[in-house]
């Protein structure tokens, strides 16, 4: 690995690589390319990793966080079988009140296919394929003050979109499960193979077992 012949640049000439401007709030990097949060013009932007906008796709809620999944696997047409055609590649994007469901499964095109309404912003996001399920921390309502909650989402079709409210609580039925943090929460962490949430707050680090909870 030559990568670990080549000397660090001390603090006096290290140089700022590259720039593209604009208002980012995340960014992540999938293959050779990196997907961006571009909050300021309600856009997922798709660059090269010189910095070269290469697509974007523009957004119904400003972007905020960004997770992506690779070979996600859901029975759209419901005959008990996952075919080749319903494993897709997914950038899950959470906004300011919603989050959208991206398929990048071609990179040079991609494109909503699915938006899951949220009480208000979300902060941050990690998904689980193997349970098909999306988990969220952030407001619960439009403005801060409401305080915050931690939430479990089924992402089982993430094709639909739309409010699904069949009990009429006014929340997605897709948010299957919340706890509610009135202190606010700093992000978080899911093991997946132990099912675990690791929720750090101001009152302590907690751990819950999340699929103990439902589903």
């Keep these: 690995d030559i990568g670990k012949n080549i000397p660090e640049y001390l603090p006096t000439e290290r140089v700022k690589e590259g ?7 995340d960014v992540v990097n999938v293959a050779d390319r990196l997907l961006a949060a571009n909050y300021g013009d309600a856009r997922l932007d798709l660059f090269d990793p010189n910095l070269t906008l290469l697509t ?10 960004i997770v ?3 070979a996600f696997g859901f029975d759209e ?14 950038a899950l994007v959470g906004g300011n009140s919603s989050i959208q469901v991206v398929d990048i499964t071609n990179l040079q095109q991609p494109k909503i296919i699915g938006a899951i309404g949220m009480p208000g912003m979300v902060r ?3 998904v689980d394929p193997a349970k098909r399920r999306l988990f969220a921390g952030g407001e619960r309502g439009p403005t801060v003050g409401f305080g915050q909650a931690f939430y479990m989402i089924d992402l089982s079709n993430p094709r639909q979109s739309g409010l699904l409210d069949d009990d009429g609580d006014g929340k997605d039925d897709r948010i299957v499960w919340e706890h509610p943090y009135p202190e606010g929460l700093s992000g978080f962490r899911i093991d997946k193979e132990r099912g675990l949430a690791y929720v750090p707050t101001s009152k302590g680090l907690q751990i819950w077992a999340i699929y103990d909870l439902c589903c």
Aim: charged share 30%; net charge negative.
């Design 19 to 25: 720039l593209y401007s604009g208002d980012y709030y």
């Design 56 to 65: 974007s796709v523009d957004l119904p809620d400003q972007p905020r966080r």
């Design 68 to 70: 992506t999944v690779d």
């Design 77 to 90: 047409n419901e005959d008990g079988l996952i075919s080749p055609s319903e494993n897709l590649n997914l």
């Design 124 to 126: 941050d996001l990690d």
